[in-house]
């Protein structure tokens, strides 16, 4: 079967695997003594991803800080955020983020006498994402960011990140953030056509980008990304191949090249487009197997699923060294346990339970105001839940997974066999009685290797629209 043909066959909806078990099947939401007792065991060392087999890593939090505004409405967005002008509105923010994050301080240091403060939690990664979270001024940046900072002890290896757009990040930005210790910073590009970025509404030049870009640089930032998308109306194979030329001649560090998740039911700006206005089937694939082809070309290399660096970037070492690792924030280099979310809709991960925030800045004011952490949702992991993640989460990160300690083996796995059949005739993976290995012609569909693992999904396939397409 060639290429194309693969593609194809294997173009199903499937989730993203930034979590396993995927959103739509958390059942078991923890109250927030379980989410703090979960939290606290994770950063005293008595609970951890090694109780699961991971490789047993010295570090302490990851925290996520969600800031959800935007003044500009980019019509293929997907993500959650809120649009408006109204600064008022993010200055109230910074404070409600701020007593948040004092909150969790407080109930660590009640549930564990380890935890006590000032500073005996330690962060190991901060990542700001949105959203605009150079919505921000400078000086609210430093309000926020410093002071979650500073209310805890820094991991000398700490890695800062965070997400702007080229069109409102100004050299005070990046100057305020660089000062408080970001390094990497992660830049919405999507499209460099003209006719592209006029149709999605994110008119931003090349000139504007290599000026962010040159400024970064010039700080001392270590690690740019551009976040790239294909299948968006208009584009076409020449906007690709000149987006990747302009890329080239930028040399971002990393590339995340997303496929455009039309989401129509969940996003109203989706609608303007008709079917007709979107590549599709053959035509989606032929964007995406341009983009991947010509990134290689110009040296990136594949290090996860729609991730690419360069050789010279932290995340290709990395993955080299097999330290690779995934969570809500995409790929980053090494596992860090809990993951703390802060702001709306924000999603911690202490490995054995997931909470996500409430969606809705008016609701998260609101629990914030009654002195309740703001949790919406999560999940409480069952055993087989921590297996099946481990293996997905293996496959994402590393193309391959061992069973040979059989406590890395679940009952669901005993027809792994079959639901790989196919992928196995293909010659996508490969598979023996204690592991699964994705081969070089397989890694575009890592996410139908990781469906075979889905308990859940296999247990009860989606009844309505949930997941975008595979490419
Ligand atoms: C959470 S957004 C925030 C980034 C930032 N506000 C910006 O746009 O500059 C991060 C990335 O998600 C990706 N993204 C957003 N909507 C998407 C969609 N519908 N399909 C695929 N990727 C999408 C874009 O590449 C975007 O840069």
Known sequence: MNNEELLRKYNVPGPRYTSYPTVPYWETSPTQDEWIASVARSLTGEESPADSGMERQECGAAVYVHVPFCSHSCLYCGCNTRFTRDYKMAHGYVASVLKEWDLYLDLLAKKDARLARP??????????????????????????????????????????????????????HLQALRELGFTRLSLGIQDFDPQVQETVRRVQDEALVRGVTGTARELGYTSVNYDLIYGLPRQTLASVTDTIEAVRRLKPDRIAFYSYAHVPWIKPAHRRWSDADIPSGDAKRALYETGRRLLAEAGYREVGMDHFTLETDALWKSSREGKLHRNFMGYITRQVSPLIGLGVSSI????????????????????????????????????????????????????????????????????????????????????????????????????????????????????????????
């Open 119 to 172: 500073k005996a939690v330690k962060l190991s990664e901060l990542h700001v994402g949105g959203g605009t979270p150079t919505y921000l001024s400078p000086e609210d940046l430093k309000v926020l960011l410093g002071g979650i900072i500073d209310r805890c002890e820094r991991d000398p290896q700490a890695e800062f990140s965070i997400e702007a757009d080229p069109r409102v990040t100004k050299r005070e």
């Open 348 to 471: 911690g991960d202490s490995w054995n339970v997931f909470a996500q925030n409430e969606k809705v800045l008016e609701m998260y004011d609101s629990r914030l105001a009654k002195g309740e952490l703001p949790l919406h949702r999560g999940h409480v992991l069952t055993a087989e839940d921590r297996v099946l993640r481990y293996h997905i989460l293996k496959l994402m990160t590393r193309f391959e997974t061992s069973w040979e300690n059989p406590a890395l083996r679940v009952p669901f796995m005993d027809t792994l066999a079959e639901r790989l059949e196919e992928l196995v005739n293909d010659g996508l993976v490969e598979l023996t009685a204690t592991g699964a290995r994705i081969t070089g012609a397989g890694r575009p569909f890592v996410r139908n290797v990781c469906m075979a693992f889905d308990a859940r999904l296999v247990r009860k396939a989606p009844t309505t629209s949930l997941f975008s397409k595979a490419i």
